[in-house]
Structures are given as C-alpha cells and as structure tokens.
C-alpha cells in the first residue's frame, strides 16, 4: 500500500500542476517531508492520509491503492455499462461479463481520443495492434478443440504465433515513431492525449471506471509476470 500512496500522491499533485513546494505549505508540512513521501522514503501517519484525500478530493481508499476509483466506491458489475453491447451476463457468469464491460467500456475512450486525433494513421496504427491481440486469443481457443476445421486460418499453426507477434510489434513500433514525429507528415497534436484521472472521470463518467479497474487489474498482471 505504501508504493501506491506515494505513486497516487505524486500523480494527484502533478495532475493539478502544483509544485512540491506548494502542496506541502497547503499541507502544513516541509518540502523534504513531502518529497519523502512521494519518494516512499518515510511512511505517514493515517492523519495525513485523510488530510492528503481532503486536499486532492478524493477517498482514503484511492490513496492506498485499494479502489481504482477516486471516490472509492465499489462498483459492481451491473454497474458498468454495456460499451454498447446489447448482450448482458454470459449464461449466468459474472466473470467474463465483467471483464467484458471492462474492456469495452475503455475501448470507448480510446477510439473517442483517436476520433478526436483525427490522424487515420495513428487509428490504423492501434486497431490493427488490437485486432491482432484479438485474433491471437481467438484462434488459440479454437484450436483448443482439436475437431474444429483448421483450414479457418491462411497462416500456418507453426508460423502464426511468433508471426503474429511480431505483427504485434511493428505496429506499436509504428505508433511510436507515429507519436515522436519520426513518420512523413509530422506528430498529430499531442493536446487531444492530455488527460488526468479527473478529466477522465468529468469527460466519460460512464466509462471512466472500467479504464480504471483496466489499468488497475492490468498492472497487477504485469507485477505477477
């Protein structure tokens, strides 16, 4: 909990554009004891957490690391929003129903900031990067059923993974140069990606906290390897 105190501390102060200096005259403290704190060097006590969420505007659970939400609430999975899907739980199955919705829900928020880049691009660059990870996870659990028709599929069982993976990559690789400039005509304007965990929550207060809960969950899975 410490390592995402000190994480979310330093996100919330940047997110609103103060300086150390600033947040911690707002908060009663030195500079080097803020710094500390942002760093993980020192841990607080419980008073300064709530303080800390007073001052930000959000809950203690938030700070902590424990909901992905800045309020803190629990949001259960008849909560989320269908992401425009007309399908609701899964023959019973809460699990994949809500990872679903998850999902989906973020993918509303991509593509909105890719409608308002407006650079096809840098849209051709991430979908196909998208449609690849979908078709990698799709054709491995067809091929789990040794009686479906292999012939679905041009590409070879032996070739595709490692072909689709680097597929995969090119395409982020491309996004990237995409993104630096590095591509004939220029960076698309860096001002339609400018975000913050506020912003998010104002601009798609439906869809905010399935991207959250996404980046949350997705964190823990790379953590575990």
């Given at each position: 909990m410490a390592m995402e105190f000190n994480r979310i501390i330093t996100l919330l102060r940047k997110e609103r554009g103060i300086t150390q200096k600033q947040a911690a005259a707002d908060l009663g403290i030195s500079q080097a004891q803020l710094s500390h704190y942002e760093k993980g060097i020192r841990e607080c006590g419980l008073e300064f957490v709530v303080q800390v969420a007073d001052y930000y505007g959000v809950s203690c659970d938030y700070l902590l690391g424990r909901s992905a939400e800045r309020s803190g609430r629990t949001i259960t999975v008849e909560e989320l929003p269908e992401g425009g899907s007309a399908s609701g739980v899964w023959h019973g199955s809460v699990l994949p129903t809500m990872y679903k919705k998850l999902i989906a829900n973020s993918l509303e928020i991509l593509f909105d900031r890719l409608e308002r880049c407006k650079d096809k691009r840098v849209v051709t660059a991430v979908s196909n990067y998208l449609m690849l990870a979908v078709y990698a996870m799709f054709r491995?659990?067809?091929?789990?059923?040794?009686?479906?028709?292999?012939?679905?599929?041009?590409?070879?069982?032996?070739?595709?993974?490692?072909?689709?993976?680097?597929?995969?990559?090119?395409?982020?690789?491309?996004?990237?140069?995409?993104?630096?400039?590095?591509?004939?005509?220029?960076?698309?304007?860096?001002?339609?990606?400018?975000?913050?965990?506020?912003?998010?929550?104002?601009?798609?207060?439906?869809?905010?906290?399935?991207?959250?809960?996404?980046?949350?969950?997705?964190?823990?899975?790379?953590?575990?390897?």
């Open positions: 491995q659990l067809y091929q789990a059923a040794p009686k479906n028709v292999a012939s679905l599929f041009r590409i070879s069982p032996a070739r595709w993974p490692h072909a689709t993976q680097a597929a995969m990559s090119a395409q982020q690789g491309r996004l990237a140069a995409l993104l630096a400039g590095e591509e004939e005509g220029g960076a698309p304007d860096p001002k339609v990606f400018a975000m913050t965990t506020e912003s998010l929550a104002r601009d798609y207060p439906r869809h905010a906290t399935s991207l959250m809960n996404l980046v949350k969950n997705s964190e823990e899975t790379v953590r575990q390897g």
